[in-house]
Nanobody
Framework: QVQLVESGGGLVQAGDSLTLSCAAS????????MGWFRQAPGKEREFVAA????????YYADFVKGRFTISRDNNKNTVDLQMTSLKPEDTAVYLC??????????????????????WGQGTQVTVSS
């Protein structure tokens, strides 16, 4: 079992920055990466970013490249998502997730929510215009 707790959400204005944190505990060794997804009201959950525990390789959705940065601290079992130049369309519940359980080489698997077995409760990010 892996427990995930997100923090750092809030209400900001367009153009502001915000950093989300995810603290992982339990059998974290069972997952090869940590990911951030988001879900806005009435929309499907979508991939935001992911990072591999072993080598720090990162993956980003096209709509956040250049604005968001994912990082990890292996000693603390934490993963951060630094978000800059926030836009109103970034408003969503942001969820931290642990997975996949295999060491995939293909980027595809790290962007699919069905490859992640453990999820946090989510933290709300609201960006006002």
């Amino acid at each position: 079992q892996v427990q995930l707790v997100e923090s750092g959400g809030g209400l900001v204005q367009a153009g502001d920055s915000l950093t989300l944190s995810c603290a992982a505990s339990g059998s974290t060794f069972s997952s090869y990466a940590m990911g951030w997804f988001r879900q806005a009201p009435g929309k499907e959950r979508e991939f935001v970013a992911a990072i591999r525990w072993s080598d720090g390789r990162t993956y980003y959705a096209d709509f956040v490249k250049g604005r968001f940065t994912i990082s990890r601290d292996n000693n603390k079992n934490t993963v951060d998502l630094q978000m800059t130049s926030l836009k109103p369309e970034d408003t969503a519940v942001y969820l931290c997730a642990a997975g996949p359980t295999r060491d995939y080489r293909s980027t595809y698997y790290y962007t699919r929510s069905n490859q992640y077995n453990y999820w946090g409760q989510g933290t709300q990010v609201t960006v006002s215009s």
